[in-house]
C-alpha cells in the first residue's frame, strides 16, 4: 500500500443544527502512526468533527476519505468497520462486569451459535484480553476483575485497550486524560505512545495541551467550527501553550484568507 | 518474558468456573436456607420431612421460583415488573374459558392449543411492556402497575367474579397436581426453566447484554448492543412466566379464579431481594432467585407446622425480609472498601 497516502483525508466538512452552524469547512489530515491533538474551546466543533468520522453524525457536506478511498458514513458500524474506533469521556465502561467482558462488549466470541442462542467464549476472550492487557503493559493482574474496583487510570486503559482488540488503525479519544491522577495520565500517556508505535493514527481531544504537547506530533486548533491552526508540534511547552491559547482566543488564524465572508 | 502473568491452565480454568457458581453470596444464602430446613426440622421432626409436606413446599417454591426467574431478568436491566400477579390470574381465567367454556361461539379449544395461546398472549403483554417502556420511556414501574389493575380487572370482567371449574378428571389438571416420581410436574418444570434461563444469563452473548444493560445502559449502546431488544427481551420473559405460573395455578386449584395470585408480584420481588439481586440493576443470579424462593417457601410452610399464629407469619416474614437486604448491603459495602 501507498505510504504516502494520508490514513484519514476530510474535505470541507460542514455540519448545521438548525441556524446553527457547528462546522464550516473543516480539512482535517491524519498520517499513519500519527498523534493528532484537536484543541479548541467549548463549542468549537471538535466533538462533532469527530463524531462526523465516527459515523455518528452525518455531514451536510464535504468528502472523507481513508486511505486515499473516498468513504461515506452513516452509522456508527460504517467507520467501525473500517477500523476507526472512538473511546468515550467517560469510559463506557460496564461497571458490575469484568475486564475481559468489558473487553469484548458487544463483540463477543462465540464458541458456538444457532440463531439468537450464542454461546460465549469465555476462555478466549481472557486469553486474548490478557494477551492485549501485556502487549499495552498495563498493570491489571487479573481479568476477571470487576471494572467498578479499578482505579481511574487503569479504567481508561481498559476503554482504550478495549478498541485495539478490534484492530482499530484510527483512534479517536475524548479526553482520555481529564479526571485522571498525575500517575495515572503517565500511563495514559504512554499508553497512546504504544499504539502510536504500534501503527495506530491517534486524534486526541484534550483540553490538557501539555499532553498533547507530550504525545502530539501536531496540534489542529479548532474555532467557531473553522480550522485556525494545523501545525507540527516543535516548540517547548511554554511557546507552545502561549500559541494554541492564542488561536482558541482569536487572537491569530492562519485561515482567515478563506472565510467565505 | 519471564514472569507472565499466571493463565490458568484449561483445566483450572473450569474448575474455576465451576466453583464461581457457588460465588459467596449464594453461598450464604444457601446455609441460611439449609439452617431453615434444620430449625423446622428440629421443632417438628416428623410433620416438616413428610413426603406430602416436602411437595407442598415444592410447589410454593415452583410457584414463586418461575415468577421470580422472569422478574429477576427484568430487575438485573433496571427494571420492574408488577403486573405478573394479576397476570396469573387473567391468564388462569384465560386457560379456563378456552379450555372449558369456549370464547362466545367457538366451542372449547384442546388443552395443547389453549396452553399455547394463553403463553403467547402473556408473552405479548410482555412484548407491550417492553415497547413501551423502550420506545414511549414511559417508567417500567408505571406501565406494569397499570396492567396490574387492568389484568385484574379483566379476570374478572370475564369471568363476572366466579370462578371457571375445571371437570374433576380433566387431563390438564395433572400440570398442577400430577407427580412424577413423587416430585410435583410444577417443580419439575421450574428446575428445567431455571437451567434454561441460568444458562442464558451465564453463558450467552444474551445474558451477558442483560447485565450490560443493566449495568450501564449507555456503554451498553455504544459498545453496539441492541438495547431495546434485550430490554424486551426480558420483559417478555417475564409475561411469559407469569403466563405459566398462571396455567399451573389453573390446574393445581382445578379452577380459573380471578382473585388468585394477588400480591405474587410483590413475593417475586422478595424472592429476588432475598437472593441477592440489587434492585438498581446489573446484579443478581437464577440461582439467588430460586434460593430466596426456596426460603420464602420454607418459612411460609415451617410457620404453619409449628403453629405459628397467622396474624405473625408475615411479620416474621417481612423481618426476614429486611433483615436479608441489610445484611446484604451491608457485606456489599464491605466489599467496595
Given amino acids: ?261 | 518474558m519471564e514472569d507472565k502473568k499466571t493463565v490458568p491452565s484449561p483445566k483450572n480454568f473450569r474448575l474455576q468456573r465451576l466453583l464461581s457458581i457457588f460465588s459467596f453470596r449464594e453461598f450464604s444464602i444457601a446455609i441460611a436456607f439449609v439452617l431453615l430446613c434444620f430449625f423446622f426440622w428440629w421443632q417438628r421432626p416428623g410433620a416438616f420431612l413428610k413426603l406430602a409436606n416436602l411437595k407442598v413446599i415444592m410447589r410454593f417454591v415452583a410457584t414463586f421460583g418461575l415468577l421470580a426467574i422472569g422478574e429477576i431478568l427484568v430487575i438485573i436491566t433496571d427494571g420492574i415488573d408488577l403486573s405478573v400477579g394479576s397476570m396469573t390470574a387473567l391468564t388462569g381465567v384465560l386457560a379456563a374459558t378456552f379450555m372449558v367454556k369456549g370464547v362466545g361461539p367457538i366451542p372449547p379449544l384442546a388443552i395443547l392449543p389453549s396452553i399455547l395461546l394463553v403463553l403467547t398472549f402473556s408473552g405479548l403483554v410482555g412484548r407491550w411492556h417492553g415497547f413501551c417502556v423502550t420506545k414511549l420511556q414511559i417508567p417500567s414501574f408505571i406501565i406494569t402497575l397499570g396492567t396490574w389493575l387492568v389484568a385484574r380487572g379483566m379476570a374478572k370482567f370475564i369471568t363476572r367474579g366466579y370462578p371457571i371449574v375445571f371437570p374433576l378428571d380433566f387431563p390438564f389438571l395433572e400440570l398442577g397436581q400430577g407427580e412424577i416420581f413423587q416430585i410435583p410436574v410444577m417443580f419439575i418444570i421450574l428446575v428445567v426453566v431455571a437451567v434454561i434461563a441460568a444458562f442464558i444469563l451465564r453463558s450467552t452473548t444474551l445474558g451477558r447484554h442483560i447485565y450490560a444493560v443493566g449495568g450501564n445502559i449507555e456503554a451498553a449502546r455504544v459498545a453496539g448492543i441492541n438495547v431495546d431488544r434485550v430490554r424486551s427481551f426480558c420483559y417478555i420473559s417475564s409475561g411469559v412466566m407469569a403466563g405459566l405460573v398462571g396455567l399451573l395455578l389453573a390446574s393445581r386449584l382445578g379452577q380459573g379464579t380471578p382473585t388468585v395470585g394477588s400480591t405474587y408480584e410483590l413475593w417475586a420481588i422478595a424472592a429476588t431481594v432475598i437472593g441477592g439481586t440489587s434492585l438498581r440493576g446489573g446484579e443478581g443470579t437464577i440461582t439467588g432467585a430460586i434460593l430466596g424462593a426456596a426460603i420464602m417457601g420454607v418459612m411460609f410452610n415451617g410457620m404453619v407446622i409449628v403453629n405459628m399464629s397467622p396474624y405473625v407469619q408475615e411479620t416474621v416474614l417481612g423481618a426476614v425480609l429486611v433483615i436479608a437486604v441489610t445484611y446484604d448491603m451491608w457485606r456489599r459495602r464491605r466489599s467496595t472498601n
Avoid at chain 1, 487479573?142 to 483512534?171: E, M, N, P, W, Y
Wanted: hydrophobic fraction near 45%; charge should be negative; proline fraction near 2%.
Fill in chain 1, 1 to 261: 500500500m501507498d505510504n504516502t497516502v494520508a490514513r484519514v483525508e476530510m474535505h470541507d466538512i460542514r455540519k448545521s443544527f438548525g441556524a446553527i452552524q457547528a462546522l464550516r469547512g473543516v480539512d482535517l489530515t491524519l498520517g499513519r502512526g500519527e498523534v493528532l491533538g484537536l484543541v479548541g474551546d467549548n463549542a468549537a466543533g471538535k466533538s462533532t468533527l469527530m463524531k462526523v468520522l465516527s459515523g455518528a453524525h452525518i455531514p451536510d457536506g464535504g468528502q472523507i476519505f481513508i486511505d486515499g478511498r473516498q468513504v461515506w458514513f452513516g452509522n456508527p458500524e460504517d467507520s467501525r468497520s473500517l477500523g476507526i474506533e472512538m473511546v468515550y469521556q467517560d469510559f463506557a465502561l460496564v461497571d458490575n462486569l469484568d475486564v475481559a467482558a468489558n473487553m469484548f462488549l458487544g463483540r463477543e466470541y462465540i464458541r458456538w451459535g444457532f440463531g439468537p442462542v450464542r454461546l460465549l467464549d469465555k476462555r478466549t476472550m481472557e486469553l486474548e484480553s490478557l494477551r492485549l492487557i501485556e502487549d499495552l503493559r498495563i498493570d491489571i493482574d487479573c481479568v476477571s476483575l470487576k471494572v467498578k474496583h479499578l482505579s481511574g487510570g487503569q479504567r481508561q486503559a481498559v476503554a482504550i485497550s478495549r478498541v485495539t482488540a478490534f484492530d482499530a488503525r484510527i483512534i479517536i479519544m475524548d479526553e482520555p486524560t481529564a479526571a485522571l491522577n498525575v500517575i495515572s495520565v503517565g500511563k495514559v500517556l504512554e499508553l497512546i505512545r504504544q499504539l502510536k508505535s504500534q501503527g495506530c493514527s491517534i486524534i486526541i481531544i484534550s483540553h490538557r495541551l501539555e499532553d498533547i504537547h507530550q504525545v502530539g506530533d501536531r496540534v489542529m486548533v479548532l474555532r467557531h467550527g473553522r480550522k485556525v491552526c494545523d501545525r507540527r508540534i516543535q516548540e517547548d511547552i511554554h511557546a507552545f501553550r502561549e500559541r494554541v491559547v492564542a488561536y482558541m482566543i482569536g487572537a491569530r488564524d492562519d485561515y482567515s484568507a478563506y472565510l467565505d465572508e
